[in-house]
């Protein structure tokens, strides 16, 4: 028996797959210094891992321009606020959606207050998706950015991005992708996906520690600084320079979080490598080599989506012969990631949540999932929110019996 069963992973994903803990401790241990800042040994070398791991995240997220615009930053939500920030100007238009987490409603808030920008947002169908072309009616002649998530953190619908970014390309708009739910999960290709700015964080899907995190600038576009110090580079000037990533990345790096990231990359290769799937994939087609890192990650996240896809499959099907339950989304329909959302008849999500983890350790997310426009539309604003479940790669059967187990309790107590 397991002291918890985590069912969290949306939030932040624990644990982490081994080789990511033992190698941020042996190499921060050994080379523990500030990176690109001096021209010691030690600082070199801790540069070298901050550039290969540029590199490796360049080549993961599909981004065919130069690694140095992979810009480290503190977890998504930084990388939002940089993007949104270094891009939107007073009168843009910009289109995003009503399932968006606060880490980009808040910013384009402050920016409408701020500067007067004007925001619209479309709403996503009864399960969640929403339609690409509600997203080109919206277009006006000052529309300049559409900013979506990948994956809905309620109900982990995922959302046409290609769509998405074929709109943007043709109505000479730029894409922002937050791919905080599917980083790690679902393959990116910001090439193929006519993706112009992607923001990850790296402790989710990603496998890196907390505090991690990036923004991917696509070649061409331009994003302006909204911080500005020490980068190790021209420390003469007054301004701060202009190529990537110091234009974004002023201030000591988290070294420990891109050590974190390098070693989870590794780790995706390996899983890549080892995975034994040869199928064909289109996506592989034309790759420069059969064992690049974007191929091995790539076959990586179809063994990651295939087993969390399959316990999510697993679970919705006990949950909807238990009579009270209420799943919320898409259901086992694709495309989703693994977390979806649930309510049990006469209680509150809160409630459950408590009792999950009170009587039988299950540790989930209950209430708003810090997207208010998504619950108001879905009717749980009022209401107290969902019970939010999001199985990992390292969830197994025992707590797929647990959760199982204790929901079907809860579920019987309420309608006592
Ligand atoms: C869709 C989405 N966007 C943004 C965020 C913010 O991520 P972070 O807190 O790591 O900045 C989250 C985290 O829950 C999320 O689910």
């Known amino acids: 028996m397991k002291d918890n069963y985590y069912f969290d992973n949306a939030a932040t994903t624990w644990p982490k797959p081994e080789c990511v803990y033992t190698s941020i401790d042996r190499v921060y241990r050994a080379l523990g210094v500030n990176p690109g800042r001096a021209g010691h040994a030690m600082s070199v070398e801790a540069e070298s891992h901050v550039a290969r791991a540029r590199r490796l995240l360049s080549e993961f997220f599909g981004h065919r321009g130069s690694p140095e ?19 939107l100007q007073p009168g843009d238009h910009v289109i995003t959606t009503r399932l968006e987490h606060n880490s ?33 009616a919206a277009f006006n002649r000052r529309t ?38 599917t980083a790690g999960v679902v393959p990116i290709d910001m090439d193929r996906m006519h993706i112009d700015l992607l923001a990850f964080t790296g402790h989710k899907g990603m ?15 331009d994003v302006k600084a909204s911080r500005f110090g020490g980068t190790g580079v021209n420390s003469a000037a007054p301004s701060q320079p202009t190529d990537y990533p110091h234009r974004l990345e002023a201030g000591t790096l988290n070294l420990v979080g891109i050590l974190g990231l390098e070693a989870a990359q590794d780790w995706f290769a390996d899983l890549g490598r080892t995975s034994g799937s040869q199928d064909a994939d289109p996506d592989e087609a034309g790759a420069s080599s059969a064992d690049s890192h974007g191929v091995l990650t790539r076959r990586a996240l179809r063994v990651v989506e295939a087993r969390e896809l399959g316990i999510t499959g697993r679970m919705l099907d006990a949950l909807e012969q238990i009579p009270g339950v209420t799943i919320h989304g898409p259901g086992i329909a694709t495309p989703r990631v693994s977390t979806f959302s649930m309510n049990v008849a006469g ?51 025992e707590d797929v019996s647990a959760a199982l187990d204790a929901i079907l309790e809860i579920a019987r107590f309420a309608q006592r």
Request: net charge negative; aromatic share 4%; hydrophobic share 45%.
């Open 144 to 181: 300049r950015l559409i900013v979506a998530t990948h994956a809905s953190n309620v109900l982990g619908s995922v959302q046409p991005i290609a769509a998405f970014g074929a709109v943007a390309r043709e109505r000479g708009a730029l894409l922002l992708v937050d791919a905080c739910q």
């Open 207 to 221: 496998f890196g520690p907390m505090g991690s995190g990036g923004l991917v600038v696509g070649e061409g576009v």
């Open 104 to 136: 980009v409603l808040r910013p384009l808030h402050h920016l409408r207050e701020r500067i007067g920008l004007e925001v619209s947002h479309i709403p996503a169908d009864g399960k969640g998706y929403v339609d690409p072309d509600d997203i080109a």
């Open 69 to 87: 615009r992979v810009v480290f930053a503190a977890n998504a939500t930084d990388a939002l606020n940089t993007a949104l920030l270094g891009v």
């Open 347 to 397: 209680l509150d999500a809160a409630q459950v949540g408590d009792m999950l983890d009170g009587d039988g350790n299950v540790c989930v997310r209950a209430g708003l999932h810090c997207a208010p426009m998504l619950h108001q539309d879905m009717g749980t604003l009022e209401t107290g929110g969902t019970v939010r479940f999001s199985p990992g790669f390292f969830t197994d059967e």
